[in-house]
């Protein structure tokens, strides 16, 4: 049972915006950085956020995110088909001594 | 560019063993920490391992712990992940990775290998 817990599911129709919520705690979020990954269908997760916000380079600015307090967020706007995927944030907890993911949210284009 | 190919993995019976392996190319090997991913079928992922740059360090999920160890060759730029007494509950994608150079985020990712442990 993973600590950190997203929307199972969101959708939206093309060209829309679309919010993925990523809840902690004191001992992963709210003092260590959050990443945001891609999983596209049948394939191996990919980054698209680290440091709480930071696109590494390929990653369009159609992704943003944020991080306040026990929680995280990844935005997508402009949504696209090819957006279709499986989105996980992932954290260090520091009371495990652990790296956890999100319970993983996907996104479905209308 | 980054490339990260695992391979060794397979059908294995509860309480056997597999070594499965990462070959690394288009970096600096020893210049970073590395990761061990996995995903079991139709579920989320689930962070497996750690290994720093010099293997000074290591961690391990508490899932694991005691049964799996992680290590590397770095003249081989190779990564490793030793798997004993295996359950059923470890059938997943092994995912090799790429530990940021900033922090604990995986920034690049091999494309995966099937560990089944199944009678």
């Known amino acids: 049972q993973s600590v950190l817990t997203q929307p199972p599911s969101v959708s939206a129709a093309p060209g829309q915006k679309v919010i993925i919520s990523c809840s902690g705690s004191?001992?992963?979020?709210?003092?260590?950085?959050v990443s945001w990954y891609q999983q596209l269908p049948g394939t191996a997760p990919r980054l698209l956020i680290y440091e709480n916000d930071k696109r590494p380079s390929g990653i369009p600015d159609r992704f943003s995110a944020s991080k306040s307090g026990t929680s995280a967020t990844l935005g997508i706007i402009g949504l696209q088909t090819g957006d279709e995927a499986d989105y996980y944030c992932?954290?260090?907890?520091?009371?495990?001594?652990?790296?956890?993911f999100g319970t993983g949210t996907k996104v479905t284009v209308l | 560019q980054v490339q990260l190919v695992e391979s060794g993995g397979g059908l294995v019976k509860p309480g056997g063993s597999l070594r499965l392996s990462c070959a690394a190319s288009g970096f600096t090997f020893s210049d970073y920490y590395m990761s061990w991913i996995r995903q079991a079928p139709g579920k989320g992922l689930e962070w497996v391992s750690y290994?720093?740059?010099?293997?000074?360090?290591?961690y391990y999920a508490d899932s694991v712990k005691g049964r799996f160890t992680i290590s590397r060759d770095n003249a081989k730029n190779s990564l490793f992940l030793q798997m004993n007494t295996l359950r059923g509950e470890d059938s997943a994608v092994y995912y090799c990775?790429?530990?940021?150079?900033?922090?604990?985020?995986?920034?690049?990712w091999g494309q995966g290998t099937l560990v089944t442990v199944s009678s």
């Open positions: 004191n001992s992963n979020i709210v003092n260590n950085y």
């Open positions: 990775g790429r530990v940021g150079a900033s922090g604990w985020y995986t920034d690049y």
């Open positions: 290994i720093s740059s010099t293997s000074t360090y290591t």
């Open positions: 992932g954290t260090w907890d520091t009371r495990l001594s652990a790296y956890v």
